[in-house]
């Protein structure tokens, strides 16, 4: 129950709320011993709203094992730890990888949203240079930095996802 309330909240709350309650919130509340750093509130508030998300594509991964896989691993007499540590846990692994990487690169632009706070990332100094110089160029090389970032990891995911479905396609022949 507590992980599903979690899961509900913090994906129903956009990550730019988060990023703004913690960066701006936790501060505010003078705590003797809690970090004021923005970079550092930014990081836990991509981490709670992520791992939300990465949660649910577990769950829905573990939930895309077969019923007859469970049943069929019960029959040979694996316990219910057994039957889900080497049955249902390796395939819904193999089911999430795809969407765990276009998390991942999700996450990666996401880190933008942390100029909020005041770091000085790639988006913001983009933003710096541009305000000063009336020149939008910054702006686009910012893109290209997020595109020369990102690009690789798609690919990476396609490629991990192809040689999935090859592997599977090969087991379903023999």
């Given at each position: 129950?507590?992980a599903t309330?979690y899961?509900d909240?913090?994906?129903?709350v956009?990550?730019?709320?988060?990023?703004?309650?913690?960066?701006f919130?936790?501060?505010?509340?003078?705590?003797q011993?809690?970090?004021?750093?923005?970079?550092?509130w930014?990081?836990?508030?991509?981490?709670?709203?992520?791992?939300?998300?990465?949660?649910?594509?577990?769950?829905?991964?573990?939930?895309?094992?077969?019923?007859?896989?469970?049943?069929?691993?019960?029959?040979?007499?694996?316990s219910v730890?057994?039957?889900n540590?080497?049955?249902?846990?390796p395939?819904?692994?193999?089911n999430?990888?795809?969407?765990?990487l276009n998390?991942?690169?999700?996450?990666?632009k996401?880190?933008?949203?942390?100029?909020v706070?005041g770091?000085i990332?790639?988006l913001?100094q983009?933003?710096?240079d541009?305000?000063s110089?009336?020149?939008?160029t910054?702006?686009?090389?910012?893109a290209?930095?997020?595109?020369?970032l990102?690009?690789?990891?798609?690919?990476?995911?396609d490629?991990?996802?192809g040689?999935?479905?090859r592997?599977?396609?090969?087991?379903?022949?023999?």
């Open positions: 129950m507590l309330l899961v909240i913090f994906r129903g956009p990550t730019i709320l988060v990023i703004f309650l913690l960066g919130g936790v501060p505010a509340l003078r705590l011993g809690v970090p004021n750093s923005p970079v550092f930014g990081t836990a508030a991509l981490v709670l709203s992520y791992t939300a998300y990465v949660a649910e594509v577990f769950r829905a991964g573990i939930g895309s094992v077969h019923p007859s896989q469970r049943m069929a691993a019960r029959s040979l007499g694996l730890l057994q039957t540590r080497y049955v249902v846990l395939q819904a692994i193999r999430v990888i795809p969407p765990l998390d991942f690169i999700s996450l990666q996401d880190t933008a949203l942390v100029a706070l770091p990332e790639v913001r983009a933003q710096i541009a305000s110089t009336f020149n939008y910054p702006y686009v090389g910012a290209l930095i997020f595109i020369a990102t690009i690789p990891m798609t690919r990476f995911a490629w991990v996802q040689r999935m479905a592997r599977q396609h090969a087991g379903s022949i023999a």
